[in-house]
T-cell receptor
Framework: QKEVEQNSGPLSVPEGAIASLNCTYS??????FFWYRQYSGKSPELIMS????GDKEDGRFTAQLNKASQYVSLLIRDSQPSDSATYLC???????????FGIGTKLQVIP | DGGITQSPKYLFRKEGQNVTLSCEQN?????MYWYRQDPGQGLRLIYY???????QKGDIAEGYSVSREKKESFPLTVTSAQKNPTAFYLC?????????????FGPGTRLTVL
């Protein structure tokens, strides 16, 4: 059973701070890693995808991947109240169509 | 206006009834997926389809059925055999044979059993 683990939170950070969201996965054959943001009652929207070890930056968001440690994280700099949402980590094994999702971490940015 | 549409947004079902959830996409994506989301749980895969007239069971296919007669459409039927169907249902699609393997989601259908 492939697993993707996330702390459900809530993670509370003050406005302007850095929010750090973490995710671990069980399958060493995993090739593709995704972070989705989901507002309450809405569908997930893609924030970042990452495929190789290291950091990938897009605006205020940075995804970090460490395949040796089976760990992927998302950093949100200068957090805004509008970033308050649930962040889903998703992992796909190479060559497979299926993507496994974590339960999501709820982020609360306090004004 | 490209995207994935799901209908209805809200659906109420009586015990013992079958209901069908619609999913349509005009993104020319080959692969389509159905997920179920329950409070406190991640998305769980029900069925997926890579090409027309072909589909595979996901992790929780029991009590559900699908068809893929057209590339644009992937309807999901929730049958009376599904014991606890109240959930948020999400349809997604993904292009095949490209460098990206990102799934894009529709707005979802919230199903409630009365």
């Amino acid at each position: 059973q492939k697993e993707v683990e996330q702390n459900s939170g809530p993670l509370s950070v003050p406005e302007g701070a850095i929010a750090s969201l973490n995710c671990t996965y069980s399958d060493r054959g995993s090739q593709s890693f995704f972070w989705y943001r989901q507002y309450s009652g809405k569908s997930p929207e893609l924030i970042m995808s990452i495929y190789s070890n290291g950091d990938k930056e897009d605006g205020r968001f940075t995804a970090q991947l460490n395949k040796a440690s089976q760990y992927v994280s998302l950093l949100i700099r200068d957090s805004q109240p509008s970033d308050s949402a649930t962040y889903l980590c998703a992992v796909r094994e190479g060559g497979y169509q299926k993507v496994t999702f974590g339960i999501g971490t709820k982020l609360q940015v306090i004004p | 206006d490209g995207g994935i549409t799901q209908s209805p947004k809200y659906l109420f079902r009586k015990e013992g009834q079958n209901v069908t959830l619609s999913c349509e996409q005009n993104l020319n994506h080959d692969a389509m997926y159905w997920y179920r989301q329950d409070p406190g749980q991640g998305l769980r895969l029900i069925y997926y389809s890579q090409i027309v007239n072909d589909f595979q069971k996901g992790d929780i296919a029991e009590g559900y059925s699908v068809s893929r007669e057209k590339k644009e459409s992937f309807p999901l039927t929730v049958t009376s055999a599904q014991k606890n169907p109240t959930a948020f249902y999400l349809c997604a699609s993904r292009p095949q044979g490209t460098s990206t393997d990102t799934q894009y989601f529709g707005p979802g259908t919230r199903l409630t059993v009365l």
